[in-house]
């Protein structure tokens, strides 16, 4: 494990990394100046980054830090250790994040520091294990995707490779989706059907749209976008084939659900056996098939979208113009990740592409097929 200290005065942390050692003898503790950082990061990534925020007397207020931290959060993320006299006050941090620790040098700091390692090491062994797995995979993407670009592409090297490039790219999203290669199957997180924010350029079917200022809490704020993404395309010059894309509204699931005849009574949620019974029944109809009837069931992502349900009756158009990234009218939020924006598809079909029937005497259908089956049963038993 490769813990590299990013600071221009060695002195400020003999004592922590004398503590690291003594610790952990097999952290290998590596010191590099500002100026050099980047380039040592992308060429020999570090497992941690203790990071120091000024650059000579913190009375200067040189923050050389700030830049180093902005490279490290766009190009190579790892775990961050800002370790400096003004942790809080000398890096604008963007985001709380649970990767990011600023503990402010003095007094008990080198136990602090070593502290923050011991809590870090568990994950950074995840994420290395991760990095190699997605390596292990993009080099079979390749293997099996190279051949037949050399074939087609025999004489266009520019086309064989973004060929190789492009082709590799979902061949690899094929092989880390297959769970079954990578351990036993597991449960997923409900909310880990979400990619937040959002990886395309371009709006796409199952995007989460939030109304810009709309409150998190407040799921009336949300929609969801139905319009097919081939429709939507307008990265690399292209022209999006509508003007207006197809959203629902989302509502609150206490609505939703009432919405479809199951509303939760107040009083029942005080008895545990109706309330073991309706968990029962929410697994069997909604969660387990994904939506019913007129609802599709989205879970929370803290801090970013409530529990909520998609109203696939009350739909708006939306300007494709006011959707975006940020700083738009809708703001996308985060998109459904396949196969849950497969399943946005198929439950809209459901509901758009029924035929439209007329009101019909249902409890004496209802009584015609119990007495048939009756009937049945009778003329068997004799």
Known sequence: MILLFVEDDPRSIAHAMRKVNEEHPDIKCVVKGFAEAADWISQQPPDIVSLDVFEGPPAENVRTGQGVYDWIWKERFCPIIVYSAQPDDGIEMRASHPFVRPIMKGTGSPQRFVAAVNDLRPHVEAIREAESTVRKEFALALREVAPYAFDVFSDDLV????????????????????????????????WEQYICPPVSDDAQLGDILQRKGGPVNDPSSFFVVLTPSCDLVASGGRTPKVENILAASCFSMKEGLAGIGMPLKRDSIRDAEIMEDYRKQLKTTILNQ???????????LKGRIPTMAVNLRSLVLIPIGQISLQETEYVRIASLDSPFRELVSWAYLQIACRPALPDRDSDSWCDEIVASCQRRATSKSR
């Open 290 to 300: 994904g939506y019913y009837q007129k609802i599709i069931p989205l879970p929370q």
């Open 159 to 190: 086309q064989r490779d973004n060929v190789i490039l492009r082709c590799g790219r979902r061949r690899l999203a094929a092989l880390m989706d297959d769970l079954s290669r990578h351990g036993p199957n597991e449960f997923l997180a409900s």
